[in-house]
């Protein structure tokens, strides 16, 4: 389609129409400008049946807008500040686990590790607890969280017909999260907040902003992130324990691996591109010089070859390689005779964008400079998608950015990486998964610098 040069194609999934788009522009239109026709995903949302299925992600219309206004002020970057030194305690484990394997001459699965580092922060940031899953990899949090995405072909097949048919699961009552997972996480929500509340605990993470949500304390939008133009504020309507719990297991569910894949991808490509990685460890190495060598959320932000690196990881490597979006209201295309009617479901196509020579030629080459503003201009700016765009984007990204950016900081500043033999080059991906995953794993080498 894209050879005929095509703007967008069509496609059924059963009954379901589907609109696909090939065009960056149409596209900023569908997420952006002309929004009010998209406002919905097509997931499955019933909070009787599954008390898990209505939170940001999949919440409709004006439900969800409330929702997505109440919790926007909890993601400002005056927030992640705040949230900074919680999630820097995360990086004590992962160096003396990276010193052991360095010590031992061990190679080490990037993979599994950065998913362990990020079920840390996420179970620390969000939900309150300290769930020592890098110590630990088999510990409850692990395990619970894990399954949520990984249940195998069923799970897979109950995820797929609740896009394409989401009304089977509310005749037949289905819910699309185990019930065991669900009271895991409810439980674990529900006793953080009964003993925060009782023992007056006040800690700086996602949870203490839920429950200042909860009792109407307003929060300020330091920087106006994700607020919608409503009247609907939000801000009258307070959360429940049960709202909260949705929240806090969307977070984990749509932060731990997208952050973990982020980290592991940079680090294969660093790991396979020498002169790249010395060039960020000098930026690392300097910029921590300024601070006394220590990692503070000021020299993070500092540091941006490295946000370059993050950026083209996540440009070669989105780890949600393609977004939806539901047509609420009857769509006319601009300037042709195309409608688009309510209920199609319309798939932008991330990895497809990234991986065109148009706007990034040569692109399997791993390329920081890409993301030099001087080539940055000209490129249109709806072809770099990782986050998805509009007043439905990603809602934390900032979140994900910093813990992306704090792994690599500490890490780089004391250690080398490097392939090996174990190392699959260039590797596959698992089909089997929701989200862009190595089907083996990457295995590096990791050598402490003296
Ligand atoms: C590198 C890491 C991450 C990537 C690549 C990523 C990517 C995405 C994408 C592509 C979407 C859909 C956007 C759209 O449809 O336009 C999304 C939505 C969302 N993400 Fe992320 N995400 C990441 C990390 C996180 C983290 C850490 C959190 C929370 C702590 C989070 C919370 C959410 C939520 C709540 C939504 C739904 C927003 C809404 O519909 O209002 N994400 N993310």
Excluded at 51 to 56: N, R
Excluded at 75 to 86: A, H, I, P, Q
């Amino acid at each position: 389609m894209k050879r005929r040069r095509l703007a967008y194609c069509g496609f059924y999934t059963f009954a379901q129409p589907n609109f696909f788009i090939l065009d960056p522009e149409l596209s900023k239109r569908i997420l952006s400008k002309d929004f009010q026709h998209f406002t919905d995903r097509c997931f499955f949302v019933n909070e009787e049946i599954d008390p898990f299925s209505a939170h940001l992600l999949s919440l409709k219309g004006s439900q969800w807008k409330l929702r997505r206004n109440k919790i926007s002020p909890t993601f400002t970057s005056g927030k992640m500040k705040m949230m900074f030194e919680t999630l820097l305690n995360c990086t004590k484990d992962l160096r003396v686990l990276m010193e052991d394997f360095a010590e031992n001459y061990q190679i080490f699965n990037a993979n599994e590790i950065f998913e362990r580092f990020t079920i840390d922060i996420i179970g620390s940031c969000g939900f309150g607890i300290e769930c020592n899953s890098l110590r630990d990899p088999n510990s409850e949090f692990t395990k619970y969280g894990k399954k949520a995405l990984k249940e195998g072909a069923w799970h897979q097949f109950k995820m797929n017909v609740s896009i394409f048919a989401p009304n089977l699961f509310d005749s037949f009552r289905i819910p699309l999260n185990s019930p065991d997972v669900t009271r895991f996480f409810m439980n674990t929500v529900k006793e953080t907040l009964r003993y925060r509340e009782e023992n007056n605990v006040v800690r700086k993470d996602f949870m203490h902003l839920m429950i200042q949500l909860k009792n109407n304390v307003k929060i300020e939008n330091d920087d106006n992130i994700g607020e919608l133009k409503s009247k609907d504020s939000g801000t009258a309507v307070s959360l429940t324990d049960q709202q909260i719990a949705a929240e806090a297991f969307l977070f984990f569910f749509a932060g731990f691996e997208t952050s973990a894949r982020t980290l592991t991808f940079c680090f294969y490509e660093l790991a396979s591109n020498m002169e790249i990685q010395e060039k960020l460890r000098t930026e690392i190495q300097n910029v921590l010089a300024k601070y006394g060598g220590r990692v503070t959320y000021d020299a993070v932000m500092e540091m941006t070859y490295m946000q370059k690196c993050i950026s083209e990881t996540l440009r070669k490597y989105p780890p949600i390689p393609g977004i939806t979006r539901k047509c609420t209201e009857r769509y006319k295309l601009p300037d042709t005779n195309v409608i688009i009617e309510k209920d199609v479901l319309i798939f932008v196509p991330i990895s497809a964008f990234h991986h065109d020579p148009e706007y990034y030629p040569n692109p399997e080459k791993f390329d920081p400079e890409r993301f030099s503003s001087e080539n940055q201009f000209g490129r249109h700016q709806y072809a770099w998608l990782p986050f998805g765009e509009g007043p439905r984007a990603c809602i934390g990204m900032r979140f994900a950015i910093m813990q992306v950016k704090v792994g690599l900081a500490a890490l780089l500043q004391k250690y080398k990486f490097s392939v090996n033999s174990k190392t699959q080059i260039p590797f596959v991906f698992d089909p089997m998964h929701v989200f862009l995953t190595p089907k083996h794993g990457i295995w590096l080498n990791v050598e402490k610098i003296k």
